[in-house]
């Protein structure tokens, strides 16, 4: 008989006025793989907080392997074999991988012999599971996809038997979330339980055993995967029928909005990241730069928009050149037209200490439409930060709460429509929708075609090949910094995964 | 040889002049890469001098002092963990009242308890720590360059300045070479990481401000049991803000705080040097020149000359747990 190896019964969590959790009932059977999915913002991330030790419920038990377990510490969850792989990494980013591993897991006082201990353990884990990373770098020179790799290891050397990933895909290629799951499958072939959160449902089909849909705190189901489809999951999720692919109609597309020539991207370690890239961007159209994360595509975009410096190449912006010195003024740029949706919204686009209606003018503050005088309009700024609101269907619709009190997909929601909302010729976005759940992401499609069809030029920077093949009307793929092929959104999946992986057009056509 | 002569002796006050700025300054490095800025360190060398001064006369010994200056220092340090980690208070504000408690309250208790206009009674011989001679120093005081150098430079100081400069490899050892150091350089760049890691981030930055404390503590011995036979009111005459700035000019680096701290001693013991002095070309200069000229130095380097200097990623922020 199949054993629970975490049950957890009338969960209630609340912060403040919010209910995060009400009552929530679930039952996870060793050795298996179990999804929880719904919007953001449904509580899965708190729920499992929760478990982690993160957060105290307010009322509830927690059973693991079938005692009742007191989790009041992350030390606690640990202890029980709880590991964690939080959505927004846990990493000290200027320690290196090893330094990040053992922090808190130290088996000697002295660090020389606990990192000489963990790069051994390290070697075995990464042999095992495929999970290769240099111990030795450093956290901030790595790609996002990594990233979640050290994370993955930190609760593996920590010794977890449970491990539960919150959004984990979120920002991995296809490549990478495939190699993801197949660690997924060994874990759970030696038996240890993973749980996944998340609001992907391919995923939840792809690689769960049972999966549990959440709706505003409350847990509405829980299916056996093999029995659910993914409409039905989406329905159980948003409470209606979504559309998971936007309709869009031929492109109609005008003259050069943005022309790239021969740009070159040097790393802080001098290591080229974009290569001799060249590409025209025009008006009326969507462009998508496919790519396996760390293949130049964020250093590409960062040098368009004018916050990275190039070596050599030009940008020209309907006919007038970019500064490339990386020194640019990004209020001039927005000034001629150009809105950047930037990768990090955390850390370029946002200050999550400042309240929505602020974050919703930000670098726009100095237009007169915000202005009385010399002063801010406040009153002009809220209204239009409760028009995006309404528009974007931004949750919870308080323009004065502080933005880190939003979920990630409605921060993303933020940052878009200031963007979007200034009317910019050209947008250029990375990551469009990623933490973004099924409903805001159909809402953000439709609105960058809506934009494109209004003949303003999008380029689009995104790991979901999904995405990419819906939204555009060119695909660029980038491999090594290079641009080593375009593709129409015909492109099969295949076709510009063996592209993304560098294996040549001509092989790639026999 | 007299040039020579004149600059061991600058040097020899260089050592002497650093010494409290370099305790004061490891004591910053220990909150700060923790991420508590600590603008207090001022206001816990004061109480510390004090402490020191005060306990050595009552009690007539040199190490109760120094042990009672540790322990008052360290109570501030607390005082200020309590506000600023437990409470979430602002740092800089906890800091500044801690400076103000300290100004305050000295010259209060020193009068209450010596009557002597807030000074302490000033230390007997064995009441302060004495200069230590090393062996040897006679044999080779008169041979040249080595002799002056040995005799006058490594020899004949207290034991607190051996101690201050030992710091500097230890703090280092300390901070890239153990357990703590590492969860405390974490505390301070990403205290949700060490949270996460099952480590506590309050006891943790309370461990970095009790380290913080002893220190200053005994920075605040130096003043008051070394370089002055007793306490005198606001003896520690903003040094407290210099190990700040040098802090900040040495990146937060052990190795990089001592040359920076001796940099500022340097400055110091020059311009007491040539108070008085005429210069060439220049004639006689104002005392009050000479005496600001550190201050002047420091608000040069620190506004162009030390490049990039990235703090500690959490420092100033009080830890609160996000959704």
């Given amino acids: 008989m199949a054993q629970a190896a975490i049950e957890l019964i009338g969960i209630n969590k609340s912060f403040g006025a919010v209910r995060a959790n009400r009552d929530i009932n679930l039952e996870i059977v060793r050795g298996t793989i179990h999804g929880i999915v719904g919007e953001n913002g449904a509580g899965k991330s708190t729920l499992m907080s929760i478990l982690y030790g993160f957060y105290q419920a307010d009322s509830g038990e927690i059973r693991v392997g079938g005692q009742p377990a007191s989790i009041k510490t992350p030390n606690d969850a640990i202890a029980l074999g709880i590991g964690m792989v939080h959505q927004h990494f846990m990493l000290v980013d200027n320690f290196s991988v090893l330094e990040n591993v053992i922090l808190g897991a130290e088996s000697d006082a002295l660090l020389k012999k606990s990192i000489a201990k963990a790069r051994s353990e390290l070697e075995r884990l990464e042999r095992e599971y495929g999970l290769e990373v240099d111990p030795d770098a450093i956290i901030e020179e790595l790609p996002v996809g990594l990233q979640q790799r050290v994370e993955i290891l930190k609760a593996l050397y920590r010794g977890a038997e449970i491990l539960i990933l919150d959004e984990p895909t979120g920002v991995l290629t296809p490549a990478e979330a495939d190699h993801l799951f197949r660690i997924l499958k060994q874990l759970k072939e030696q038996g240890k339980t993973v749980v996944l959160i998340t609001h992907k449902l391919r995923e939840i089909m792809a690689i769960t055993d049972t999966v549990s849909v959440m709706r505003q705190g409350t847990m509405v189901a829980t299916r056996e995967t093999k029995k659910t489809t993914v409409e039905e999951l989406a329905e159980l999720m948003v409470g209606r029928r979504v559309l998971l692919r936007v309709e869009k109609g031929e492109a109609e597309a005008g003259g050069v909005k943005l022309a790239v020539k021969n740009l070159t991207v040097k790393d802080s370690r001098g290591v080229t990241m974009v290569d001799d890239v060249s590409f025209d961007l025009r008006a009326g159209e969507i462009v998508g730069i496919a790519g396996v994360a760390g293949n130049g595509q964020s250093e590409l975009l960062e040098a368009i928009s004018g916050i990275r410096h190039a070596v050599s190449g030009s940008v020209m912006l309907d006919g007038r050149p970019i500064d490339l010195t990386g020194k640019a003024d990004p209020g001039e740029l927005r000034d001629r037209g150009l809105a950047h949706v930037p990768e990090d919204r955390h850390h370029v686009g946002l200050v999550l200490a400042f309240e929505e209606n602020e974050n919703s003018i930000l670098g726009y503050h100095d237009d007169p439409r915000y202005l009385k005088g010399p002063l801010l309009n406040i009153e002009a700024i809220r209204n239009d930060a409760k028009d995006k609101i309404t528009k974007y269907d931004i949750r919870p619709a308080d323009c004065r709460l502080k933005t880190a009190n939003f979920s990630g997909g409605n921060q993303q929601k933020i940052v878009l429509a200031r963007e979007m909302e200034q009317d910019p010729g050209v947008l250029i976005v990375g990551q469009p929708t990623r933490g973004v759940d099924v409903g805001a992401i159909e809402f953000i499609h439709k609105r960058l075609i809506a934009m494109r069809d209004q003949g303003k030029a999008v380029l689009v920077v995104s790991v979901e090949l999904d995405e990419i093949r819906s939204l555009s009307d060119r695909i660029l793929v980038m491999f090594a910094g290079r641009i080593v092929g375009e593709r129409g959104p015909e492109a099969t999946e295949g076709e510009l995964g063996l592209l993304m992986a560098g294996v040549e057009q001509r092989e790639a056509a026999e | ?323």
């Fill in chain 2, 1 to 323: 040889m007299d040039i020579f002569t004149a600059i061991v002796q600058i040097l020899d006050s260089t050592i002497r002049l650093s010494v409290p700025l370099l305790l004061a300054c490891l004591a910053g490095l220990y909150s700060e890469r923790a991420g508590v800025f600590d603008i207090g360190l001022e206001g816990k060398m004061l109480v510390g001098a004090f402490a020191g001064a005060a306990a050595a006369s009552v009690f007539h010994s040199a190490f109760l002092g120094l042990g009672m200056a540790i322990l008052i220092s360290v109570v501030f340090a607390l005082i200020h963990g309590f506000a600023s980690i437990t409470h979430r208070g602002n740092q800089i504000v906890s800091g500044v009242a801690i400076n103000f408690i300290a100004a305050g309250s000295t010259i209060m208790l020193g009068q209450h308890w010596f009557q002597q206009g807030g000074r302490t009674p000033a230390l007997a011989p064995g009441e302060r720590f004495e200069a230590i001679t090393w062996p040897g120093v006679d044999a080779v005081r008169d041979v040249p360059i080595i002799g002056p150098i040995y005799s006058e430079l490594i020899s004949g100081h207290s034991i607190l300045v051996y101690i201050a400069f030992l710091m500097v490899p230890f703090t280092w050892w300390v901070l890239f070479r153990t357990r703590f150091g590492l969860r405390l350089r974490a505390v301070g760049e990403n205290p949700a990481a060490v949270d996460t890691a099952g480590i506590s981030v309050a006891w943790l930055r309370y461990r970095a401000l009790i380290c913080t404390g002893i220190l200053t503590g005994v920075a605040g011995a130096y003043l008051s049991m070394v370089q002055n036979g007793g306490f005198v009111k606001d003896m520690t005459a903003g040094k407290g803000y210099i190990a700040l700035a040098a802090l900040i000019f040495a990146k937060w680096k052990p190795v990089n705080a001592m040359f920076a701290c001796l940099l500022f001693g340097f400055l110091d013991a020059l311009s007491i040097r040539l108070q008085g002095t005429p210069l060439p070309l220049i004639g006689k200069v104002p005392v009050q020149f000479m005496q600001a000229l550190p201050y002047v130095l420091t608000v040069i380097l620190l506004a162009g000359f030390i490049g990039k200097a990235i703090p500690p990623r959490a420092g100033g922020v009080p830890y609160v747990k996000e959704r």
